[in-house]
């Protein structure tokens, strides 16, 4: 497994920036049945950059890759996650992964320094919560654009009403967008003008 990126400094690193396995993925692509075995790779730009060969044992995975953790040396490692399961709504059982280090039942284990360990282990935070507010604005807009059928970005010029669609609705999700465009929009000038403003001051 490769390095994994280094998180940001100013605040909790986010979860994208580590490499994860879902547990339900793993079931999906080769159920969880003991004996079975499972490779997953990531890619970057087409090229494989890290890879890791799971085990299913009984009640858990063995979980074998090879780690530059930041670009130290490459290392071999193993970790035994242990497996549990629980009743469906509607039938069926859903596998978890338990946190090797707080034993929390969890979807995801992210991959640190030699070690799979859940995103509260190694303090992620999601996307959603790092996000500024104008990043937030933007997204609702987008979350309108989406139900408009219209294409993602506030700088894109307004699809119009879609087929089929009440004029009533139509108005009101018009007015939500022009709502999060324009806070969005606001809060984006402001930025600009401290950037301008600290750039000012260099000169
Ligand atoms: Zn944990």
């Given amino acids: 497994m490769g390095s994994s990126n280094s ?3 100013d605040g909790k690193p986010c979860v994208d920036q580590f490499r994860s396995i879902d547990v339900r993925r793993v079931h999906r692509d080769c159920r969880l049945i ?3 075995v499972f490779c997953r790779t990531w890619r970057r730009n087409e090229t494989e950059v890290a890879s890791i060969l799971g085990r299913v044992g009984n009640d858990c995975v063995v979980l074998s890759y090879r780690q530059s953790w930041r670009g130290g040396p490459w290392r071999d490692c193993a970790n035994t996650i242990l ?6 709504h509607y039938g069926g059982k859903r596998p978890w992964w338990i946190c090797p280090s707080c034993d929390r039942r969890v979807a995801l284990l992210y991959s640190g320094d030699g070690v799979y360990a859940c995103r509260h282990c190694f303090q992620l935070a999601y996307r959603s919560q ?3 507010e104008e990043d937030l604005a933007a997204r609702r807009a987008n979350h309108v654009r ?3 059928g219209w294409p ?3 700088l894109n010029m307004p699809g119009g009403r879609p087929k089929g669609m009440h004029w009533k609705t139509y108005a009101e999700l018009l007015g939500e967008h ?3 465009s324009g806070e969005a929009l606001k809060l984006f000038g402001q ?3 401290r950037l301008l403003s600290k750039l000012s001051c260099l000169q």
């Fill in 7 to 9: 998180g940001r400094r």
């Fill in 34 to 36: 003991p004996g079975n």
């Fill in 83 to 88: 497996l549990d399961w629980t009743d469906c």
């Fill in 130 to 132: 790092r996000e500024t």
């Fill in 146 to 148: 989406d139900r408009l």
């Fill in 152 to 154: 993602h970005g506030i």
């Fill in 178 to 180: 022009n709502e999060h």
């Fill in 191 to 193: 930025s600009l003008e």
